[in-house]
């Protein structure tokens, strides 16, 4: 089964950055992106970027230009680098995995999820 670890949370400064870590155990070829998501408080989970088994990398546009994805799935570990955050921004963080093609960001798509990390950012 996959187990996923998300670490790098914590409190920060509204335009402070913070660096997310995921690592995946237990993935077999049939997994074939991690995502990384969020949720806060009384809002829907939603997908913030995946990389998928060619290494693609996506993101909605809500993110683009401060959030950057990066990692090896093959090596089972990605990151998220998160810049210029905002209060906006707090929410637990998640990483998971997929194991439908053209999943993209979508957490429906998605199967295995880690235990999340929670960013605070300060105004």
């Known amino acids: 089964e996959v187990q996923l670890q998300a670490s790098g949370g914590g409190l920060v400064q509204a335009g402070g950055s913070l660096r997310l870590s995921c690592v995946a155990s237990g993935r077999t070829a049939a997994d074939v992106a991690i995502g990384w998501f969020r949720q806060s408080p009384g809002k829907e989970r939603e997908g913030i970027s995946c990389?998928?088994?060619?290494?693609?990398?996506y993101y909605p546009d809500f993110v683009k230009g401060r959030f950057t994805m990066s990692g090896d799935i093959a090596k089972n570990t990605v990151y998220l680098q998160m810049n210029n955050l905002k209060p906006e921004d707090t929410a637990v963080y998640y990483c998971a995995v997929s194991r439908v093609k053209g999943s993209y960001y979508h957490p429906e798509f998605y199967d295995y999820w880690g235990q999340g990390t929670l960013v605070t950012v300060s105004s």
């Open positions: 990389i998928n088994s060619d290494g693609n990398i």
